[in-house]
């Protein structure tokens, strides 16, 4: 206790520490502010059209908006670029209509949420706190005065660590304390007891995080001599671990998983849909040339039978495309989870409901939603057709007359919907939020425990003189 005392006392008086704490104050103070801006634009913008989906029920389809989250300043996931808005139309059919509200062609600027402080100033300066734990009392020979005393190594590494963890969660505290008095201010729920768990569970997984490149500068200077190479490899192990291994993922998933763009799916399953639907209408037509088709009621039958397996084939390449897309950015995940950066991300992103786990929770709501839909459109209407992006036309020559054969489509309900069914927005319990995180949990925790151990045998068998 009186090595940790003096260490953190030391720390604590240094500019290094003053200049963090400023730092923090000032990114999570614009991290707030910039929360407080957009989210009641997007939620007001969300509530409008929820409403006026209400105000306009139809059975030939309805849409299902997805809405902002309230902790996405824990991390945001990458919500601005997802789908805002579903269509949902018979028979399962769900489609993304557009993403939210904004200028695309702003430039690329990262979200300040915590994820993105911690990740990198945090990181950062765990790496400028611990280069010299170690190295620099050996060069300057104090290390062999401190160890001639009846302590033991492994607790004064123990020491050390402890002080260069307070020492930077003195200002993440104070940072997340203004950020959270900011945004509680204008929006108190985010203080309602169930968010709080949450909250209390996303600075958990940041002190995990951030410990991880304290005990990475206490290993590196137990095992190089000179504090300026320390600092130096750890440098370049924090931007491998924080930058490149997190962002090079995307292109090892492109290399392993190849889906095709958009154009190209199209140009590709286009021609093969259409084939496969006018040569069962070719065959109609030589079945009715050769009298095997004897009424008028029969070749509409029969139609419709070709544009329904039409129709179907079509969403089934459609949601085998994506699966493909869904599957790409899982190897992306999984690749990029051999940086703890990445690993924070997904974590923070389960705890706080974001990125991928909100949309396929959403999904998953939906899908449960469109079968309820079915039901009230086959209840109102008495049948149901298949909603569908591609419409087919053409005519038959039966008995000498033309006859006209068009692909169905989804019959409107002019009567009372008063009873129209409401889609139900997914909601994440307390358990729920830290089951999403449990498996990055582990593999933080994992990083940890192998640094801790590596630092104690490095410390422990270094020559100290």
Same mark, same amino acid.
């Given at each position: 206790?009186?090595?940790?005392?003096?260490?953190?006392?030391?720390?604590?008086?240094?500019?290094?520490?003053?200049?963090?704490?400023?730092?923090?104050?000032?990114?999570?103070?614009?991290?707030?502010?910039?929360?407080?801006?957009?989210?009641?634009?997007?939620?007001?913008?969300?509530?409008?059209?929820?409403?006026?989906?209400?105000?306009?029920?139809?059975?030939?389809?309805?849409?299902?908006?997805?809405?902002?989250?309230?902790?996405?300043?824990?991390?945001?996931?990458?919500?601005?670029?997802?789908?805002?808005?579903?269509?949902?139309?018979?028979?399962?059919?769900?489609?993304?209509?557009?993403?939210?509200?904004?200028?695309?062609?702003?430039?690329?600027?990262?979200?300040?949420?915590?994820?993105?402080?911690?990740?990198?100033?945090?990181?950062?300066?765990?790496? *400028? %706190?611990?280069?010299?734990?170690? #190295?620099?009392? /050996?060069? =300057?020979?104090?290390?062999? &005065? !401190? +160890?001639?005393?009846?302590?033991?190594?492994?607790?004064?590494?123990?020491?050390?660590?402890?002080?260069?963890?307070?020492?930077?969660?003195?200002?993440?505290?104070?940072?997340?304390?203004?950020?959270?008095?900011?945004?509680?201010?204008?929006?108190?729920?985010?203080?309602?007891?169930?968010?709080?768990?949450?909250?209390?569970?996303?600075?958990?997984?940041?002190?995990?995080?951030?410990?991880?490149?304290? *005990? %990475?500068?206490?290993?590196?200077? #137990?095992?190089? /001599?000179? =504090?300026?190479?320390?600092? &130096? !490899? +750890?440098?370049?192990?924090?931007?491998?671990?924080?930058?490149?291994?997190?962002?090079?993922?995307?292109?090892?998933?492109?290399?392993?998983?190849?889906?095709?763009?958009?154009?190209?799916?199209?140009?590709?399953?286009?021609?093969?849909?259409?084939?496969?639907?006018?040569?069962?209408?070719?065959?109609?037509?030589?079945?009715?040339?050769?009298?095997?088709?004897?009424?008028?009621?029969?070749?509409?039958?029969?139609?419709?039978?070709?544009?329904? #397996?039409?129709? /179907?084939?079509?969403?089934?390449?459609?949601?085998?495309?994506?699966?493909?897309?869904?599957?790409?950015?899982?190897?992306?995940?999984?690749?990029?989870?051999?940086?703890?950066?990445?690993?924070?991300?997904?974590?923070?992103?389960?705890?706080?409901?974001?990125?991928?786990?909100?949309?396929?929770?959403?999904?998953?709501?939906?899908?449960?939603?469109?079968?309820?839909?079915?039901?009230?459109?086959?209840?109102?209407?008495?049948?149901?057709?298949?909603?569908?992006?591609?419409?087919?036309?053409?005519?038959?020559?039966?008995?000498?007359?033309?006859?006209?054969?068009?692909?169905?489509?989804?019959?409107?309900?002019?009567?009372?919907?008063?009873?129209?069914?409401?889609?139900?927005?997914?909601?994440?319990?307390?358990?729920?939020?830290?089951?999403?995180?449990?498996?990055?949990?582990?593999?933080?925790?994992?990083?940890?425990?192998?640094?801790?151990?590596?630092?104690?045998?490095?410390?422990?068998?270094?020559?100290?003189?």
């Amino acid at each position: 206790m009186t090595v940790l005392g003096k260490e953190l006392l030391e720390r604590l008086q240094t500019v290094q520490f003053f200049s963090l704490l400023a730092v923090s104050l000032v990114v999570f103070g614009c991290g707030a502010i910039g929360f407080v801006a957009s989210y009641p634009p997007e939620r007001a913008f969300y509530a409008a059209k929820v409403a006026e989906a209400d105000r306009q029920p139809s059975t030939i389809g309805t849409n299902l908006y997805r809405p902002p989250q309230l902790l996405r300043f824990v991390a945001d996931g990458g919500d601005r670029y997802r789908p805002f808005e579903y269509r949902l139309g018979t028979m399962g059919q769900i489609s993304p209509m557009s993403s939210r509200p904004g200028n695309q062609r702003l430039l690329d600027v990262p979200e300040m949420d915590w994820a993105f402080i911690v990740k990198v100033i945090f990181s950062f300066y765990a790496v *400028l %706190l611990g280069f010299d734990a170690v #190295a620099g009392e /050996r060069e =300057s020979g104090t290390l062999t &005065l !401190v +160890l001639a005393n009846p302590i033991r190594r492994g607790r004064l590494l123990a020491s050390k660590f402890g002080a260069i963890l307070l020492s930077a969660l003195i200002p993440l505290c104070a940072g997340l304390l203004l950020h959270l008095t900011i945004i509680g201010s204008f929006e108190p729920q985010v203080l309602m007891p169930s968010q709080l768990l949450r909250i209390a569970s996303a600075g958990a997984l940041m002190v995990t995080y951030v410990s991880i490149f304290a *005990l %990475l500068s206490v290993l590196c200077s #137990a095992l190089i /001599r000179r =504090s300026s190479l320390v600092l &130096l !490899v +750890l440098l370049g192990a924090w931007v491998v671990l924080a930058v490149i291994v997190p962002n090079v993922s995307g292109i090892v998933s492109q290399a392993f998983a190849r889906v095709p763009t958009e154009l190209q799916f199209a140009r590709m399953v286009d021609p093969m849909i259409k084939e496969q639907v006018w040569g069962r209408i070719r065959e109609i037509q030589s079945r009715v040339s050769s009298g095997a088709i004897t009424s008028a009621d029969e070749v509409r039958k029969e139609a419709d039978r070709a544009y329904e #397996a039409g129709a /179907r084939a079509l969403e089934e390449h459609h949601e085998a495309y994506r699966r493909a897309i869904r599957e790409q950015e899982a190897t992306a995940r999984r690749w990029s989870r051999l940086s703890p950066a990445a690993l924070l991300q997904y974590a923070l992103e389960g705890v706080a409901m974001t990125g991928s786990n909100s949309e396929e929770a959403f999904r998953r709501e939906a899908i449960d939603y469109s079968h309820v839909y079915d039901a009230y459109v086959e209840k109102k209407v008495g049948k149901l057709v298949r909603s569908s992006g591609y419409r087919f036309g053409t005519g038959i020559i039966f008995k000498g007359a033309y006859l006209d054969v068009s692909s169905p489509v989804p019959t409107e309900y002019s009567g009372d919907q008063s009873d129209f069914p409401h889609f139900a927005l997914p909601r994440l319990s307390f358990p729920e939020a830290l089951r999403n995180a449990l498996g990055d949990l582990v593999g933080l925790l994992s990083w940890n425990i192998v640094l801790a151990v590596l630092a104690l045998l490095a410390f422990g068998r270094m020559d100290v003189r």
